[in-house]
């Protein structure tokens, strides 16, 4: 375990007087590809403790992305530090629970003194509940624990042996699940007293408030309108995330002021880190008298290498609603890049988003080329599951291998229900037997496609981004008469190459490609 907070903390006491001034601007940098979604505030009427808890499971799996480099910590202003306290803080703002409850701390010392002050902390003979926060004193290098907390985790449970829980900045740098022992390494027990959280309040409101949509990828764009309270606003948050929940810009800031402009914070929030896609921008107000407030504005940003009135002209329809439907966001800050050849993960993670996201049985990835908290690890684990796909050989999945339309038409057509076609073969370069017979077959037969030529399908030419989103759209929404290139569109098709009877029909000796610097799918 690493030993957390060795930085001073920063954590904010409520009505303290002359409290340090944090900077919380920092825009997160990366695409965070794994986690899932903050939930929500609660609805009315539901605990804190269990929105706490919601919270805290829905981030199990998250990774850091460098040493230390986590959305929590960038988020606090605090990025590249050891994270376990700010991971408790991240939970306690996203769940509704207020800093009256649990603080905002970077480090365990100052999260021990805070709820020692009030009354709220419980030695190791405690048998802790759920929301309740366990702090560990580590051993030291001579072997010896030192008194002090050196880590802090989220109980979600005990016995009289064992403590469970969800924590962050623990053995595999990652937000999961451990057992630890009830000995002397717990230093003791905080016990947040968490209440109702009651509907959001009136007494705070957004009014003027716009979001430009249509914004092309890499544009600076800028929000207006203001935050309004009958009291002093004492902490206001903005954001922007994906579908995914993804964070691309974060900010927070105590105007200490019943109006604050959200003009503001437009130089914090940088927008034109933005890929094409469809994202949210979520604002939330709290007041000194606890009262909240939360809004989302949804919009779109388009990609600037798409020409729906040029080569892109049969495609565009498609790739605007993998857009839109969260299904993309494109390969870099501003382009979509429809013409490269699509990758085996990047396939199996359209289809799966597609599908609704939908989680895999098993939380584990069943082979050693695809790590757990990859952007593609819960696709290829479901697509596993689903009989969608079996991999290259045994354990080996090949996530950056390219993908052929022969290949993507059949992963589409199992994900269907490999519905036999009634129709008789039009193409002359496909051949029974093969892989990919049926499934050509009834892509042709349902309008997912009508071949590069009026006899040809061109089954070994690399399957585009513009196609695949294409194809997949075409499946998944009627449409009357698809159109297909004369020509094949990818600019460089691979050589064609007789598939044997492959495991699956995915290339067994793939090209490790250049990945794409961002999520890539």
Not at 370 to 377: H, K, M
Request: proline letters at 7%; hydrophobic letters at 35%.
């Amino acid at each position: 375990m690493k030993t957390a907070d060795a930085i001073g903390d920063f954590f904010k006491e409520t009505g303290r007087k002359d409290m340090r001034k944090r900077v919380m601007s920092l825009v997160l940098a990366a695409v965070m590809l794994l986690g899932l979604a903050p939930a929500a505030l609660a609805d009315s009427g539901r605990s804190r403790r269990e929105s706490f808890m919601s919270v805290a499971e829905s981030q199990l799996g998250y990774r850091e992305k460098f040493q230390n480099g986590t959305k929590y910590g960038s988020w606090y202003g605090l990025p590249g530090q050891p994270w376990c306290a700010m991971f408790v803080s991240w939970c306690a703002r996203y769940s509704g629970v207020p800093e009256s409850v649990i603080p905002n701390f970077s480090g365990c010392f100052g999260g021990v003194k805070w709820f020692k002050e009030r009354g709220l902390w419980r030695t190791k003979e405690y048998t802790p509940q759920a929301g309740d926060l366990l702090f560990i004193d580590a051993l030291e290098a001579n072997g010896k624990r030192d008194g002090l907390a050196e880590h802090v985790a989220i109980v979600e449970r005990a016995s009289d042996t064992t403590i469970y829980t969800i924590e962050g900045n623990s053995i595999n740098d990652m937000v999961e699940r451990r057992e630890r022992p009830r000995d002397n390494s717990v230093l003791g027990y905080a016990t947040p007293q968490y209440g109702t959280i009651g509907s959001p309040s009136d007494t705070i409101s957004v009014s003027g408030a716009v979001v430009p949509s249509g914004t092309l990828s890499g544009e600076d764009f800028s929000i207006s309108g203001s935050v309004r309270s009958g009291s002093a606003i004492t902490w206001l948050y903005a954001d922007i995330r994906n579908l995914d929940g993804d964070y691309f810009s974060c900010v927070q800031t105590s105007p200490k002021s019943k109006t604050a402009d959200l003009y503001a914070l437009n130089g914090k929030l940088n927008f034109s880190v933005l890929g094409p896609g469809s994202y949210e921008l979520f604002i939330e107000a709290v007041d000194e008298n606890y009262n909240y407030m939360q809004k989302r504005y949804s919009f779109k940003v388009a990609a600037t290498d798409v020409y729906p009135d040029g080569r892109h002209a049969d495609y565009a329809e498609g790739i605007q609603w993998v857009i839109d439907e969260g299904i993309s966001n494109g390969t870099s800050a501003a382009k979509f890049l429809p013409d490269e050849q699509c990758t085996r993960a990047q396939v199996v993670t359209f289809i799966w988003r597609a599908a609704g996201r939908p989680a895999p049985k098993s939380e584990t990835c069943t082979f050693y080329d695809v790590s757990d908290g990859s952007y593609c690890a819960k696709a290829v684990q479901w697509a596993v599951e689903q009989g969608i796909t079996k991999g290259i050989s045994a354990g080996y999945f090949d996530p950056y291998g390219k993908v052929t339309r022969a290949q993507f038409v059949t992963l589409l057509w199992r994900y269907l229900g490999q519905t036999e076609p009634g129709i008789e073969n039009p193409f002359a370069d496909i051949y029974a037997g093969t892989f990919c017979y049926r499934s050509v077959l009834w892509a042709y037969e349902n309008g997912v496609t009508t071949g590069t030529s009026e006899y040809m399908f061109s089954p070994n030419s690399g399957a585009s981004r513009a196609q695949v989103a294409t194809f997949l759209y075409r499946a998944l929404n009627e449409t009357e008469k698809p159109v297909d290139p004369v020509e094949p569109v990818d600019p460089d098709p691979v050589d064609p190459v007789e598939p044997t009877e492959p495991v699956d029909p995915e290339p067994t000796e793939p090209v490790e490609p250049a990945e794409p610097p961002a999520e890539a799918a």
